[in-house]
């Protein structure tokens, strides 16, 4: 297992070509649209139940996880407000990725606090126009950042990192990747659940709350407090122990990774940890999503995460080997979870009525919505490990060689 996180962040795996020619699915549609669209959008109709509180919709809408409302509030201040980087920098990474993705929802609350501020206004005002070379050369490079990333998990050529460490030092990047990945989950959240917007946001403007001390860019990370006290409550976290009892491995490289913006993996982990106390869909269901989502964004590290935790709960290889083929060995539970998942992960802005229908017809309203977050969660995850080109543990590199008799390959 590789211990050192200095290494992630320029170890090249045998699974990646160097400067490999990567394929852009996604075009933005205009900032104008995605405004046109979230007007649309105030008299929808959820597909979840929103609870009776005053909350913002994305809290409402986890009527059937209540304990998941106060980490998922702690969640989205986390993310615009620690670390190094600015709230309006990470809001301008969002709303770009909301272009990339047509999600109005998710674009309509970022401009209401864009429109705060004289950099949030300059940052909106080169996204509306597309004139991104008005911007200071760090700030264009986040956001191409997050636009790379976003068309692929592996979208950051290695001169595109090159380019960006010119500017950002480590603990920043992962910052980057995981601003990139926070809404890489909350686009698909609220897409798949059809949030109403909120009429009171369109047109006007909130300041964020006042982001913690930032640490100035230096060319190396200084290690802070915060990660120094992170560090060691990891190593006994619930999320490590669950990585003990159910992968057999302990700190997971991508946690170790993630805990250079600890903060933020903080509150990941807690989100994660406060939705699980509601699991309904069994595990191996859950896994099967993940794998399929994995497979889908062509992402190495987790998907061989997936197959050691199949094997490891009793999957056949028989299963395993045609699952990498087509989804014959699937039951029609699996075949319901699989093909939502794989539809929300290409195309957040695509599912219908009927799809989310379909998904509560096979398990109910509860296990529909654990459905979607367990896509989005992996949305989030395969963009952060590959994204990063974290090295597999030598455990699940082993299981994956003894199941397919080879190493993981892109699609």
């Known amino acids: 297992m590789i211990k050192n996180i200095a290494t992630f962040l320029i170890a090249i795996s045998f699974a990646y070509a160097a400067d490999e020619k990567i394929a852009r699915e996604y075009s933005p549609v205009a900032v104008t649209e995605l405004e046109h669209s979230a007007k649309a959008r105030v008299d929808a109709v959820a597909r979840v139940p929103l609870s009776d509180s005053a909350d913002q919709n994305y809290l409402r809408a986890l009527s059937l996880t209540p304990g998941a409302v106060e980490p998922m509030k702690k969640l989205v201040n986390t993310a615009f407000l620690t670390g190094a980087l600015d709230p309006e920098l990470k809001g301008a990474m969002g709303l770009r990725i909301s272009q990339l993705l047509r999600a109005p929802y998710v674009a309509a609350h970022i401009e209401y606090h864009l429109r705060s501020s004289v950099r949030g206004k300059t940052l909106l005002d080169a996204l509306c126009t597309g004139k991104l070379d008005s911007l200071a050369p760090a700030d264009r490079l986040a956001i191409d950042y997050a636009e790379w990333l976003t068309q692929d998990v592996h979208g950051v050529s290695d001169a595109d990192f090159r380019r960006v460490r010119q500017y ?7 910052e980057l990747t995981t601003t990139t990945c926070f809404f ?136 395993l080997l045609q699952m990498r083929k087509d989804d014959n060995a699937l039951s029609p539970e699996e075949l319901t ?75």
Request: proline fraction near 3%; aromatic fraction near 10%.
């Open 184 to 319: 890489a989950y909350m686009t698909r959240f609220t897409e798949a659940l059809r949030l109403p917007v909120e009429e009171s946001i369109l047109g006007a403007s909130a300041a964020l709350p006042a982001a913690a001390n930032r640490v100035p860019i230096a060319r190396v990370a200084l290690i802070s407090d915060a990660e120094l006290d992170a560090i060691e409550q990891a190593k006994n976290s619930a999320v490590a122990q669950q990585a003990r009892n159910t992968l057999g491995l302990g700190l997971a490289n991508s946690m170790r990774a993630m805990y250079l913006a600890p903060e933020m993996a903080s509150a990941w982990f807690q989100y994660g940890q406060a939705t699980r106390q509601y699991d309904q869909v069994s595990r191996e269901i859950k896994l099967q999503i993940s794998f399929a989502v994995s497979m889908a964004n062509n992402c190495r590290y987790c998907t061989l995460h997936q197959v050691l935790g199949l094997k490891r709960l009793g999957v056949s290889p028989a299963k």
């Open 337 to 411: 979870a699989v093909k939502f998942a794989r539809k929300l992960t290409a195309e957040p802005w695509s599912i219908t009525d009927a799809d989310y229908t379909e998904l509560e017809k096979t398990f109910g309203k509860h296990g529909a919505i654990e459905v979607v977050m367990q896509t989005c969660n992996f949305a989030y995850m395969n963009h952060f490990t590959d994204g990063l080109r974290l090295p597999s543990e030598d455990e699940a590199v082993k299981t994956y060689r003894e199941i397919y008799g080879a190493d993981f390959a892109r699609r």
């Open 168 to 174: 950002y030092n480590d603990s920043q990047i992962v």
